[in-house]
Every structure is written in structure tokens, then in C-alpha cells.
């Protein structure tokens, strides 16, 4: 099936990658200041170290809206993002520290430890955990550069503070993603905002004819307070993590994650059905054939599969907004969960787990199916295939849902109706128990871990005690 996207989100996504880019710019203006190595060149530097900060925090959330991976899947972003983070926030950060003279003599090797330890943390493919942290040090090489050119230290010092974080990138703690969500991460962030607005008045006091003087140092020093809530708050975080670990040690989950559509309520005709009411409007149709292949997908990806079929003139978003609407006007009707949900549900919820939905479906038309359901109030999350890059089977929705709930997804129950949501789970090493609908009984489940009827058949008191 041709799902190709219009060339005009083609444009968009390739200007996504440009703005990437953009850092590999700021990279190559900040080899220039330090090749020419005067203060005010470095001080341009370090304002580029900003910019470079700045891009790279943002194109990550512009490439998820956009589903980049979908439309250009010939080229990896996350490569190019790497290469631009590793120059802007490990090599050109310690190459500055060298040709400023930053580090007393003698000790210029520490800085070639340094990068050889961001280089392994660089290629670590468990760099970012499931639950939404960095593991190891994250290489933040740019605010050490910042502070031990604004303060310089001791020889021993410098060098024990170099070699300390190095050592760091090697052992497993976790360490804040302040761009993930969260209250932690939101107090991190307002603390940022007031760190960065210190950050800036120090930019424009460093004199640019010799090194900083005692102001700057002063104010350099206040500003560390940022620094240090960051490097606590994250062992906090750690400590909290294995003292929890400890403590759930025989308990086999922390959390069940639900597909919607299927496995709470028989709501897969409904969606066809809506389809098929709006497209009839359009003088077209989606056959259950062509359907039951999108079982698990998002809508924006039938959408675009319709719309490239069909050569139809309407956008995404607009046959999408008439599709929504023809569903929840269905499912207002008569809808009720599926035999054994709402049991099963409150089992694992008065043993104290978390649940939460992972559904290929809008969070409107989770919201809108979870309350005629009258359920609701009973998952503590809701994760959505529209705000991941990638739908089942992809795993990204119910690594989301994971990582909402703070459950590592090994430590996860996944209830699945659909091929592709199986598939999903599995992928993401959830432990899946596949209960297939009416719809989706004929499809292949055995990515599952365990296949039943219905929830009536299962064994609530062995599945919790299962260890593989």
C-alpha cells in the first residue's frame, strides 16, 4: 500500500534536519574562535555553546510532531544530532579548555580521558533509559568548560573535577532529561530559566581583553546552584530508583498497559464503520480487507493511505476531523467494556499497579471511549499513537505509556487484541497476554507471550506471578 507522504511535509521534515544542522554550524564558528583564541573569541564561543544547547533541545520535539522517521525513514536524524552533540557539547568544549590555558600545566591529559569517556557514552545504545533519564553522565562538557574558565582551579582540582565526571560516564546513574515530563523535570526548568538569565548577564560582563575577573567569578559561583540541584536531584533520583527496586524485588510487575480498541471495548468496527460513513459522503469506501492491514495504526496514517488512493484534495487533518467526529457520535451510543475488563482492571489496581493506555487512537478519542466506559478514573495514564514518532508496530507508544507510570517495560503486563499491537509490546519487552476481538481473531498473535479468549479465562492470581 502507498502511503507516501505529500511532498509538502517532505519540505518540512527535510527543514526539520536543516535546523539540526544548524548546530554543526555553531560547531564550525566555535572551532573558529578557538583556532583564533583571543577572550572575546571565547566568549563568542561560549555563546555558541548556547545557540548549539538551544537547537538541540528543540528539534527533538519538532521531528516527533512532524513523525519524521515515517517520512524520511532513508535518513537518521539521531545520527546527525549525535555527531552535532558530540562536537558542540565534548570535543570543542575541551579543546577550549586546552588552547585557553584553563587547565594547568601538566594536566592537558585529563581533557583526552574526558573525550575518550564521551565517545563510549556516546555509542552506548542504552545511553537514555525507558523511563526517561540519561544513564552515565551526559557528557555536559560545555557548563564544565563554562565554570573552570570563569573559575579557575588548582591543578589537582581541575584535574579531579575532570577526571570525577569522566568516571561518572561509566556507572549507571541516572541523570535528569529536562525536556522529558514530569514535576521534577518541571522544577528543573524553572530553575534553568533563572540559571539562564544569570548565564546571560555573565556573558556580556566577561571582558574581551583578558581572563574573567573577581565579578564574573562571583557571579559564576551563584550561578552554580544550578548545577548542583541538577547533579542531586539525579543521584536523589538513582538512590530512589534501587531502594524501590529492592523493595519490589518479588513482585513480578509494577504496571499493566492496555491497547484501547479491542481489548477494553469492541470498538474496531466502530472506527471502519466511521470511516466508512465519511468516505461514503466522499463517493469512495475502505474495504475490510484494506482496513483490517491499518488494525493498530494511527489514523493519520489510513488517512494518508486514503488520500493518496483516492487523489482526494482534502488534508490529513481534515479527513481525519470528519472521521473523529462520525466515531464519537457512534460511540456515545450503547458501549460497553468487554467480558472480564473491568475485573481484571481492579485487581491489579488494589494490588497497588499502575495502569495505563496505549492506544493508536487520538487522546480525544481515548478520553471520549475511556468515559463511556466509565473507567476512566481508573488508569493513572494515557500514552497516544499521535504523540509518538512511530505506531505499533513500532514500540514507542507503550514505551511512553511506561515511562508515565515510572515502570521500566520489563517490569510491564501488556493486554494486546491486534498482530501489530502484539508486536509492539513484544518489542518493547513487556510481557504480552494477547485477547484477541471479534476483528482481530484471525490475525497472527504470536509475538505474544500467552493467548486467551478473553479476559473471563484468565488466571489473574498466576499471571501476577509470573517471572517469565
Known sequence: MDVTPGLGKKILCWGVHLYTAMGLVCAAAIAACIVHGNAA????AFLLMVVALFV??????MARR???KEVLPGFDGRKLDDITDFLTYTALPLLLLWRADA?????????VVALVASAYGFCQTEAKTDDGYFLGFPSLWNIVAFYLYLMPAPGWAAAATILSLAALTFVPFRYLYPSQGGKLNLVTN????????MLVWIFFTMPTDGRPG????????????????YMAASWAVTLKVFLAGKQKAKSRFDAVICDMDGTLADTEPLHHQAYKRVLATLGTTITDAEYDKFTGRTDDVICRYLIERDKMSLSVEDLLALKEKAFRQLVRGTLTPLPGV???LHYF??????LAVASASTKEDIDTVLGALGIRDLFDAIASGVEVENSKPAPDVFLLAAKRVNAMPTRCLAFEDSENGTIAAHTAAMFCIAVPCPSTRHQDHSAANLKVGSMEELDLDAISAVQD
Open 41 to 44: 573569541d571565547f566568549r563568542t
Open 56 to 61: 538541540d533541545a528543540t528539534d527533538g520535539t
Open 66 to 68: 512532524l513523525h519524521i
Open 103 to 111: 587547565m594547568p600545566v601538566g594536566w592537558n591529559w585529563s581533557l
Open 190 to 197: 524553572v530553575l534553568g530559566g533563572i540559571w539562564s538569565v
Open 214 to 229: 573577581e565579578t564574573v567569578f562571583w557571579a559564576a559561583f551563584a550561578s552554580l546552584f544550578f548545577p548542583v540541584f
Open 342 to 344: 473491568v475485573k481484571m
Open 349 to 354: 489496581k488494589d494490588k497497588g499497579l499502575k
